[in-house]
Nanobody
Framework: QVRLVESGGGLVQAGGSLRLSCAAS????????MGWYRQAPGKQRELVTS???????IYANSVKGRFTIFRDNAKNTVYLQMNSLKPEDTAVYYC????????WGQGTQVTVSS
């Protein structure tokens, strides 16, 4: 059974940093395409960043140069390092694995105050 558990969200001032974690079980993160999505109130869920099983990363234009996705093979965990946070980054952040069937975590709230 695939399970993704996000953690690390919280309240931070603009310009601050947070690191989100996505602990996976039932899959091996380095053998799958993993991604972080976010959904702000009243908006559609959008892709923030992803890392392929080959290690190729892509980023939304809005987060390029500020966010970094990376993996810890030993912990079977994917991280999202978020720096220089802006109020418009406020959203629920979800971890996703695209493994034939798409699985989602429960989400973690990130709130950036101005």
């Amino acid at each position: 059974q695939v399970r993704l558990v996000e953690s690390g969200g919280g309240l931070v001032q603009a310009g601050g940093s947070l690191r989100l974690s996505c602990a996976a079980s039932g899959i091996i993160v380095t053998r799958n395409n993993m991604g972080w999505y976010r959904q702000a109130p009243g908006k559609q869920r959008e892709l923030v960043t992803s890392i392929s099983r080959f290690g190729t990363t892509i980023y939304a234009n809005s987060v390029k140069g500020r966010f970094t996705i990376f993996r810890d093979n030993a912990k079977n965990t994917v991280y999202l390092q978020m720096n220089s946070l802006k109020p418009e980054d406020t959203a629920v952040y979800y971890c996703n694995v695209d493994a034939v069937v798409s699985y989602w975590g429960q989400g973690t709230q990130v709130t950036v105050s101005s």
